[in-house]
T-cell receptor, first 110, second 115 residues
């Protein structure tokens, strides 16, 4: 059974700092990995989708990497802003099923 | 806006009540999903529908009853719930092709509180 772990569970940083969120998964037989953002009481917004054959994806200030062999992914956020404050969820896919981690709650202080 | 809407956004109900959650997608997708998000726990997949047919029931108690009348609408009927069923219920949709993953688009969720 696939298990996804995210570290840290919570992170508080000052505005402008670069930061890294970590995700690990137990079964490397995945199709792809996806990072989502969730604002309080809201649904999920997809940030980046990395296919299993890819090593990284970039969108603006966000960069996600994937190392299937070690079962790890990182989400790098450059020059963080207060608007980045949210919970970030990592999910891996096997077939049509998404398995989620518990998320990292990020607070960026002005 | 993701193209997936959910109503109501908030619901408070007693353990003896019967209520329904509604999800509608405007993306032309043919697969729809119900997820449960409890405090301090990962999102849990509850049900999957492809072309109106239920293809997955993730050992969900029978007090949760899904209904998918067409590819655009999905309901979750609730009856005799327990306080531990209080959670955020998220609906998602995707363009489903057999055995492969297509990006899922999520609705805003219904925050359910069972008293």
């Amino acid at each position: 059974k696939q298990e996804v772990t995210q570290i840290p569970a919570a992170l508080s940083v000052p505005e402008g700092e670069n930061l890294v969120l970590n995700c690990s998964f137990t079964d490397s037989a995945i199709y792809n990995l996806q990072w989502f953002r969730q604002d309080p009481g809201k649904g999920l917004t997809s940030l980046l989708l990395i296919q299993s054959s890819q090593r990284e994806q970039t969108s603006g200030r966000l960069n996600a990497s994937l190392d299937k062999s070690s079962g790890r992914s990182t989400l790098y956020i450059a020059a963080s802003q207060p608007g980045d404050s949210a919970t970030y969820l990592c999910a891996v896919t096997s077939g049509s099923r998404l398995t989620f981690g518990e998320g990292t709650q990020l607070t960026v202080n002005p | 806006e993701t193209g997936v809407t959910q109503t109501p956004r908030h619901l408070v109900m007693g353990m003896t009540n019967k209520k329904s959650l509604k999800c509608e997608q405007h993306l032309g997708h043919n697969a729809m999903y119900w997820y449960k998000q409890s405090a301090k726990k990962p999102l849990e997949l509850m049900f999957v529908y492809n072309f109106k047919e239920q293809t997955e029931n993730n050992s969900v108690p029978s007090r949760f009853s899904p209904e998918c009348p067409n590819s655009s609408h999905l309901f979750l009927h609730l009856h005799t719930l327990q306080p531990e069923d209080s959670a955020l219920y998220l609906c998602a949709s995707s363009q489903e092709t057999s055995g492969s993953y297509n990006e899922q688009f999520f609705g805003p969720g219904t925050r359910l509180t069972v008293l």
